[in-house]
């Protein structure tokens, strides 16, 4: 099938649209988009910028893919936004592209971005994130898979977000959450594990209580980073391995310090 581009939209010529695109009613597609077929854009959205799509994402109104980076640091040139496939992007939305030329923001696929989310310049993203309404990314935050960020949350930049953790509503977060913990608070704190969004994901009761184990030792015991990967390396025996040692690997790259 053939690209659907409405008559009142305006599309410059050296857009790239794979096949069966649709272009609503008053979007605005830039002459460096690169859109993945079965791509739909509806009416008032704008792609703009040096962005590459993939395959069927929904953009709704009013979103801006690929805005120009806030970073006061920008000094000219494009750089990019890469986008991949069967991500939603509801309205208002807002995901801009990197700051320097040769770097790119980077969004992976089966994504959810709900209203008026924002994902700022250099963040890198992974796959399955729930991102509710009025939350926001700030500059180069990462992202693993399987995240879930609440209504309201604000990520300060450079923080990394570990799989399947979630930052609940209103949170302010300004430090790492580690792999399966769910941070909340102003500033957030890590409280408990993600017990709901594991079960949802399919772990096993046993990988459930390893992981519980660790959350213990790092915000029960009273020990300092340095004690607790110590503590982890030393019993990791008696745990799942494989899950403490994601926990570890996280903890041993902070820069941020641990939530």
Known sequence: MGVKIHSQSIV???????????????????PKAKIGDGTRIMHH??????????RNNLIYPYALIGGLTHDLKYKGG???LEIGDGNTFREYVTAHVATNE???TRIGSSNVFLAYSHVAHDCQVGDHLVMSSHSALGGHVQVADHVN???GAGVHQFCRLGRHCMVSACS???????PFM?????????????????ERSGFTSEEIESIRAVFKVLYRKEMNRSQAIDYLENNAEQMSDTMV??????LRVSSRGVA
């Not at 959205?45 to 993939?54: C, H, I, K, P, Y």
């Not at 302010?172 to 580690?178: A, E, I, S, T, W």
């Not at 040692?245 to 996280?250: A, K």
Request: without cysteine; aromatic residues 6%; hydrophobic residues 45%.
């Open 12 to 30: 410059d010529s050296l857009a790239e649209l794979g096949e069966d695109v649709e272009v609503g009613p008053f979007a605005i597609i830039g």
């Open 45 to 54: 959205a704008t792609v703009d910028g040096r962005v590459t799509l993939g």
């Open 245 to 250: 040692e994601e926990i570890l690997e996280f």
């Open 102 to 104: 040769a770097d790119f």
């Open 182 to 198: 769910l941070a909340d608070g102003s500033p957030a704190e890590v409280r408990s594990i993600n017990k709901v969004g594991l």
């Open 78 to 80: 494009e750089p990019g």
């Open 149 to 151: 960020i609440g209504w």
């Open 172 to 178: 302010k977060l300004v430090q790492d959450v580690p």
